[in-house]
């Protein structure tokens, strides 16, 4: 080969090496280019922040998770409303268990005492209690997983949750016996949110306590009242102290209980649609029996929803003490990795255009809770609701 052609072949090499370099640069300027067009540009301060975050932070940094949540919680911050919030996939679980009032678990309650340390009592006839829980125990992990100090209850209590039929290991302290484990299948747990009774101490009154408005509280709350509707059961005792809300066609369902067909339940006003009407559906069970509310400040929500409805048609008396004042509607929206979305999207009126968020609901009969364990407020419901029934026979 010529002297010539051999600089024709190198002269040729050379500048396939550089088109090849130039390609290659200009290939990462477009990609880097379209993954900066891809960032929405309001957020290219945060992700210049995370960039130099990532390249010198010196301690360990969040997950790619961790740090979405961290970000999308201080969003939400923003807009001053504690009920427009982020629920995180354990959570969001726990939380949809409630609603439906039924959930694969172990049947057992959870408290702190005044050690710190997470207490255990296994229900009657529970997966825990067959397997040998006692109460009093001690929970130390569950699934090897340790149970700190800084941990919520509704944290462990999601760590209990799981499908039906599959297995959880407690790690229990019993002094002075050693730790030691015990494994446990879960099972369908069934949660009544509604019970009943005939009160002992006035066997012509009933008795109703709603502890949430959950799937199963229709269904509940009609059996209740047929069960009450005997002889002698002249009057009802409506209990929504310390309910903290849930569903709100169920709450709807309760209050039309004891209304007459049409009657407004609620007024909810929306910031696009409007005002929205909602009214009894079909005329209630004991709609011919004395009835009288008792609330307090845990009585919330849609729970404020009923106990208003049934102040505002002068169908029952609140007793009590005042609620609490959550007159929001919140939109849930699932989102893809498990978690939940909850946005205030309107607010509730009772049926005389009374604003409950913020405000709350006035009992009509003041009564504090007392201190003792004497239930002073149903004491007064009672006292009501048997001179209400003398006034009428005299």
Known sequence: MSSHHTLQLVLSLLLCLCLAFTAGFGVYRVWDELEQANRPKPLEVFWEAWDRVEQYFYGT????????????????????????????????????????????????????????????????????????????????????????????????????????????????????TPPFDLTIVREEIQVSSVIWRVLDQAPDVGYIRVEG????????????????????????????????????DPAVTTAGQFLHADQVVLYELGRDAGERIIRVQSGGIPTDLYLVVLVNGGTASAAEIVAGALQDHGRAPLIGEPTFGKGAVQLIYDLSDGSSLHVTSATWLTPNRHQIQGQGLTPDVHVPRGDGPQDEQLDRAVAYLQSQHRDDND
Do not use: C, K
């Open 61 to 176: 940094l969040p997950s790619s998770r961790e740090r979405t949540y961290g970000a999308v919680h201080a969003t939400l911050g923003l807009l001053n409303d504690p009920y427009t919030i982020l629920v995180e996939p354990q959570f969001h679980e726990l939380e949809q268990d409630q609603m439906r009032g039924s959930f694969g678990g172990i049947g057992i309650t959870l408290w702190r005492d005044a050690e710190g340390r997470m207490m255990l009592a296994p229900a009657l006839d529970s997966p825990a209690r067959r397997a040998g829980v006692y109460e009093g125990d001690i929970l130390l992990a569950i699934d090897d997983e340790t149970i700190t100090a800084a941990m919520a209850v509704d944290e462990v209590l999601a760590l209990l949750h799981g499908q039906a039929g599959t297995p959880v290991t407690l790690t229990i302290s019993r002094p002075p």
């Open 213 to 248: 408005f959950t799937e199963r509280t229709d269904s509940e709350i009609i059996e209740a009242l047929r069960e009450l509707r005997q002889p002698g059961v002249a009057s009802l005792v409506l209990d929504l102290r310390d309910n903290h809300g849930g569903l709100i």
